[in-house]
């Protein structure tokens, strides 16, 4: 560092005045209405007084705004008027001497300096070093950024040393006109060498507020703060772990402040005639607030809600806002009994109170660990960085978690749970169904290679397998961290198994060892009806004659479902992926992880998770969550569509108008004009009366309200008997046309890749 020198020190003794210079010399001093002035005309370093105008203060404000005070030297030991003194002792350090020439304040350099000389930056640092000392390797001898108060400036670092315990944290003010040391502190805290910023409430000992971990990228739990107001740099070595932020603009200023509340702020300004405006606060947001939910629970939008597999301690208290009490379990853990883990994705992890951390694990391996140990609550990765990486294990309550909505890089939560609680509580005893060791399914399925997988689905994965008796077979193996796939391997072994029908796929036998939920189905040659109907050149494949032995096969198929079988089955999630083919095109219904079993005289059901797929939701369904026999109608009427153009429902476009699917087939069907909506490919195959009769049944079974749908067994008659008189569709569900510019364009022959599942998730008041 380069230091220029001065041999005078010009001092102008006027009220309201500043040194000509920056810096002070020795044998020289500062008194009331003397200030020294950084070369920038930014910062000012002056006595000064605020509420109780008796009392007196040395400190650095902003030149524009002298009411904005960011350092304070002698908050602890005010001066009782205004005859304090700023010079230097004979040690060369800075002293502040009240009028009795008693010492207020000393900077309490580390060496005794020979020609001491204090200089306040353009940084706001006041800095002291010897000028007798020419070497350019000289470091300060002391410095004001090594004494934070209540406010953190660029260049100044929040800091612990982990070996030696030496801190520089933020103390707020006791309050707005008083600057000695107040109730909040906001410090980093490195337990078990994961740091993370907290503020604590020193008069309680209580924490308010806290950033989250670090995760090798960033604060989990704060924003992202890199911007032009500033740009963070943190530090993590075994000596010393620190955070600062520069400003690379000269005309913005920046300062964080802790003020008197406990409330954390980034302050901004581009203007040097007006007080720095408030960009940020921390806590700002009700789930900011440490413990807000107490334990196990999470922070949603200002709600709390106990973590799967828990419930509130106090009911009462949770009705009417008071979450304190937290969360226990509704079953308690049992490590000889399966147990698993549910995943919490995009959440702040719980605070690091009983934990531990081994940074040369993998997730797996972490897994593992976590498992047997049968105190070990949760776990996750330490870092995000490269895929992920560390293990986290806590062994207590879970404390201070809040959903992160929209974030990236941050890392899942794994809680571990009883067996019942995951749906995996399911006993061999209980199947009726061939059971196939893990081993043989490995083997089957060159352990489970990517060159075998047939599609990835909202499941898990299906692949192609080759049994050792030659057999082809489809093997789903289910998500893990997925209880959608969980509910559905309970469906389709407890309750689909007992259903046969040549238009259902066949489920020929199941896996349950370990964590393990393996269905393995019979072999379906033709993959899916949206693989071949929705592709250009596949879709020749399918003449009309074929289409409609499909279109039969599907209703005959959920005539079983809905009439004919033991059991009254809702399918849920009818749509052109769900239907395989086999080697003759035949086709099968599958995937029944959605589906629902209805008694003899239930009519109507209804649920708060609305699962399925866009396009083919019935309307009360998607809306209300109410499901019945007539919401696989709608379904079927998607597909009969469908499977007539050739064209999704979700994605259709024209350039007349921008209604979907269904709404343009009612408009054409009103105008006399029903047969323009047929698949062009189909030209040279098609029967006119069963087309046109095929798309009329559709617009019925897709009419807005289920009343006026027909059963399955209604649509099959009129489908096959041609001199039927059909009754006049209504307007279909959905009848509005969108804003252009959401519609993706696609009349949906150049994809033929499955759906996304989408989840509707919908808020009832109890």
Same mark, same amino acid.
């Given at each position: ?9 010009i ?8 040194f ?6 020795m ?75 008693? &010492? ?5 350099? *580390? =060496? !005794?300096?020979? /020609?001491?000389?204090?200089? %306040?930056?353009?940084s706001? #640092? ?30 100044m670092k ?20 008083d ?19 907290e ?33 963070p ?13 520069e &400003? ?5 200023? *920046? =300062? !964080?402040?802790? /003020?008197?509340?406990?409330? %954390?702020?980034?302050?901004? #300004? ?24 107490g334990?196990?629970a ?8 106990c973590?799967?597999?828990?419930m ?7 009705a009417v ?45 972490c ?6 140990n ?22 207590g ?6 959903a ?11 809680v ?10 399911i ?16 083997s ?5 290679s ?12 299906v ?13 789903k ?23 046969q ?84 095109l ?84 009103s ?35 289920p ?6 067994s ?13 009754p ?5 569900g ?21 759906q ?11």
């Open positions: 560092m380069v230091k220029i020198t001065f041999s005078i020190f001092i102008i003794p006027k009220i309201g005045l500043s000509a210079a920056d810096f002070l010399g044998n020289s001093s500062i008194s009331h209405g003397e200030t020294l002035v950084s070369s920038d005309q930014t910062f000012e370093l002056g006595f000064f007084t605020l509420g109780n105008f008796n009392m007196s203060y040395l400190g650095i404000w902003y030149k524009f705004s002298p009411d904005t005070v960011v350092w304070v030297a002698n908050r602890n030991n005010p001066l009782a008027d205004h005859k304090g003194v700023l010079t230097f002792n004979n040690a060369g350090n800075l002293v502040i001497l009240n009028r009795l020439n008693g &010492v207020v304040w000393s900077s309490k350099s *580390s =060496r !005794i300096l020979q /020609n001491p000389i204090a200089q %306040l930056l353009d706001g #640092n006041l800095v002291l070093w010897d000028d007798f000392v020419l070497s350019s390797d000289e470091t300060y001898s002391w410095q004001s950024f090594d004494y934070p108060s209540d406010t953190l400036l660029a260049g929040l800091l612990l040393n982990p070996k030696t315990g030496l801190e520089r944290c933020l103390t707020a003010w006791k309050s707005m006109d600057p000695s040391p107040g109730d909040y502190v906001h410090r980093l805290n490195y337990n078990q060498g994961l740091p993370q910023f503020t604590v409430q020193l008069n309680v000992h209580r924490k308010t507020f806290r950033t989250g971990q670090w995760n090798g990228v960033q604060f989990v739990g704060i924003p992202n703060l890199s911007s032009p107001a500033g740009v740099l943190f530090v993590q070595s075994e000596t010393e772990i620190s955070f600062m932020f &400003v690379h603009d000269k005309q913005l200023f *920046s =300062r !964080i402040k802790l /003020n008197s509340l406990g409330v %954390l702020q980034l302050l901004v #300004n581009r203007s040097r005639t007006a007080t720095l405006n408030v960009k940020l606060e921390f806590p700002s947001d009700p789930c900011d607030f440490y413990g807000r939910c334990a196990n999470i922070c949603r939008c200002s709600l709390c809600e973590v799967k597999g828990f509130p301690k106090s009911p009462d208290k949770w806002g008071d979450f304190s009490s937290g969360c226990h379990r509704t079953i308690p853990t049992n490590c000889s009994k399966g147990e698993g883990f549910w995943k919490i994705e995009v959440v702040k992890l719980p605070d690091l109170l009983e934990v531990t951390l081994d940074r040369r694990m993998n997730l797996k391996e897994k593992d660990v976590c498992s047997k049968c105190s070990c609550v949760a776990y996750a990765n330490s870092d995000v960085r490269g895929g992920g990486s560390g293990c986290l294990m806590w062994f309550d879970l404390i201070d978690m809040k992160l909505e929209g974030w990236n890089r941050v890392q899942s939560l794994y571990r749970l009883s067996a019942s609680e995951l749906g995996l509580e006993t061999k005893e209980d199947i009726d169904l061939p059971l196939y060791d893990l081993a043989t399914i490995k089957a399925t060159s352990n489970f990517i060159g075998n997988m047939i599609r990835l689905g909202g499941f898990g994965a692949y192609k397998g080759n049994l050792s008796t030659g057999q082809l077979v489809a093997v193996r289910l998500s893990k961290s997925s209880m959608q796939g969980l509910e559905e391997f309970k469906n389709e072994v407890l309750l689909i198994a007992q259903l029908h040549r238009n259902l796929v066949g489920l020929l036998g199941c896996c349950i060892e370990g964590e393990e939920r393996i269905l393995l189905y019979e072999y379906m040659e033709n993959k899916s009806l949206n693989y071949l109907i929705f592709d250009q050149e596949k879709s020749l494949l399918l003449t009309w004659q074929r289409r409609f032995d499909i279109i039969i096969g599907i209703a005959r198929g959920l005539l079983y479902l809905h009439q004919d079988s033991k059991l009254q089955v809702i399918h849920r999630d009818l749509k052109a992926s769900n239907i395989l083919l086999d080697g003759d035949n086709p099968k219904i599958s995937d029944f992880g959605l589906a629902r079993i209805f008694g003899a005289n239930e009519k109507e059901g209804r649920t708060k998770r609305v699962i399925g797929t866009y396009g083919y939701m019935s309307p009360e369904y998607a809306m209300d969550g109410k499901f019945s026999l007539k919401s696989d109608i709608y379904s079927f009427g998607v597909l009969l569509l469908e499977i007539v153009s050739g064209k999704r429902n979700r994605g259709f476009s024209h350039p007349s108008h921008h209604h979907n699917l269904l709404s343009h087939a009612w408009l054409l069907w105008d006399g004009r029903a047969l323009e909506m047929m698949d062009e490919c189909l030209h040279s195959s098609f029967d006119r009366t069963q087309v046109e009769r095929c798309i009329q049944v559709g617009l019925l079974c897709v009419q807005k309200f009343e006026d749908r027909p059963a399955i209604s649509t099959i008659y009129m489908i096959l008997n041609s001199g039927l008189v059909l006049k569709p209504k307007e279909p959905f009848f509005i046309e969108r804003n252009s510019k959401y519609s993706d364009g696609a009349s949906s022959k150049s994809d033929s890749h499955t996304n599942l989408v989840t509707l998730t919908m808020l009832e008041g109890r």
